[in-house]
Structure formats: structure tokens, C-alpha cells
């Protein structure tokens, strides 16, 4: 089961915990997840290949950025091919805030199943 699958089997049957952040952690529940998942597929993506990716509406996937970004689990970049658009790249930090919360979700399923 890849990681993906996985995340929305625990969101399906509502077993994701949603605790607090810790201090200057963020909180990231599905939205960060399933985001850093598409963005760890090749390189950066325009805010509206994400959108479709992960389907999740335009504002809301502003807001999740914008959020992402002051953590440093992101960054966005102008493409130096279309002025007009900003491409969103995973950070080292979000790479490894994606890690934690599938390990976290592996530590689940092996409890549960």
C-alpha cells in the first residue's frame, strides 16, 4: 500500500490522530500531507497542478501554502518560463516532515492491523 492510499485509508475510517503542534511545529493534517506528496513527484509544480493533484479548491490550497511556507516545508519560486506563475518546491524540511508523519501512520497501522 503506498503512502498515499494509506493516508486516506486512516482519513476513511477517521483513526488519524489530531493532536497539538509542538513548539514551532506545524500541525499539517491532510491538506500538508497529501501536497508534499504530490510535490515530491518530480519537479516544483504550479499552484493549479497541485490543486488538481490533490483535489482541493484554489483558496484553500493558498491558505495550506502560505502556512507550509512559514514553516520552510516549502518554497515558492517564479518560473523563469511563464512570469505569471510561481512554481512550489519541497523544502529539506518538508521532506523530512513528510517522513515523520508516514512513519507515524506506518506505527499506526502495524497497532491497529
Do not use: N
Amino acid at each position: 500500500m503506498d503512502d498515499v492510499t494509506l493516508w486516506r485509508e486512516f482519513r476513511r475510517f477517521r483513526i488519524c490522530e489530531h493532536r497539538g503542534p509542538r513548539e514551532g511545529t506545524p500541525r499539517g493534517g491532510k491538506g500538508y500531507f497529501l501536497v508534499l506528496e504530490c510535490l515530491t513527484e518530480g519537479e516544483g509544480k504550479t499552484q493549479r497542478e497541485i490543486a488538481e493533484a490533490v483535489e482541493i479548491r484554489a483558496q484553500s490550497l493558498s491558505e495550506a501554502l502560505t502556512g507550509m511556507e512559514e514553516h520552510g516545508l516549502i518554497e515558492r519560486v517564479p518560473d523563469p518560463k511563464d512570469r505569471r506563475a510561481v512554481r512550489v518546491f519541497i523544502t529539506p524540511a518538508g521532506v523530512r516532515f513528510r517522513a515523520e508523519r508516514v512513519q507515524g501512520i506506518r506505527r499506526r497501522a502495524e497497532e491497529i492491523f
